[in-house]
């Protein structure tokens, strides 16, 4: 149980084009899910925690006008890169938490390789 | 958020066992001790998680002294495919707290 997916896996666009990025808790209500990105041998950074039904909150010196996250339901969130550039091909990492309140722990899904040429 | 520190990298051979030590000097008391793994191209997987003491489960142990300022993760007889990166990660996860990742331990295991 507790799988969490992100669809597509990889994605290659080219500069000024948006990208959407999918993720699923599939056999769990996830009451927060949270973004990360990852650049090569770096380690995960936060970006932005989603509450299912209200707005996402933004880490510092992430632009939330440029990385659109909309959590529509328990299920799925949603992040859009608007206008990519170069400087956004990252790896894209979403986890959703149980919200079970004895042990919230956070699934991870696979991934999403973003390449902007 | 407690910061954690962790070596930077470790390397051991087959069979071996392995300990990956973190320090969380400020950690709070309501605070867990969570560690992930992370290969590359792939989102962290959960090893286990503590609060105090020992904790054991199907992959490995986790050792955390009585003042809880650092922890220990073990891994018995790693194999090849135990390569990968270790997270230590220090946070209230009652509350729904977002995991701050350190840089982690970069794991290699050879033959």
């Known amino acids: 149980g507790a799988v969490v997916s992100q669809h597509p896996s990889r994605v290659i666009c080219k500069s000024g084009t948006s990208v959407k990025i999918e993720c699923r808790s599939l056999?769990?209500?996830?009451?927060?899910m949270f973004w990360y990105r990852q650049f090569p041998k770096k380690s995960l950074m936060l970006m932005a925690t989603?509450?299912?039904?209200?707005?996402?909150?933004?880490e510092q010196g992430v632009e939330k006008d440029k990385f659109l996250i909309n959590h529509a339901s328990l299920t799925l969130s949603t992040l859009t890169v608007t206008s990519a550039h170069p400087e956004d091909s990252s790896f894209y990492i979403c986890?959703?938490?149980?919200?079970?309140?004895?042990?919230?722990?956070?699934?991870f899904g696979p991934g999403t390789r973003l390449t902007v040429l | 958020l407690a910061k954690t520190t962790q070596p930077i990298s470790m390397d051991s051979y087959e069979g071996q066992e392995v300990n990956i030590t973190c320090s969380h000097n400020n950690i709070a008391t309501n605070d867990y001790i969570t560690w992930y793994q992370q290969f590359p191209s792939q989102g962290p997987r959960f090893i286990i998680q503590g609060y105090k003491t020992k904790v054991t489960n199907e992959v490995a142990s986790l050792f955390i002294p009585a003042d809880r300022k650092s922890s220990t993760l073990s891994l018995p007889r790693v194999s090849l495919s135990d390569t990968a990166v270790y997270y230590c990660l220090v946070g209230d996860t009652a509350s729904g707290y977002a995991l701050n990742f350190g840089k982690g331990t970069s794991l290699l295991v050879t033959p």
């Open positions: 056999d769990f209500q996830a009451t927060t």
């Open positions: 989603s509450n299912e039904g209200s707005k996402a909150t933004y």
């Open positions: 986890s959703a938490q149980t919200g079970t309140r004895s042990y919230n722990e956070q699934f």
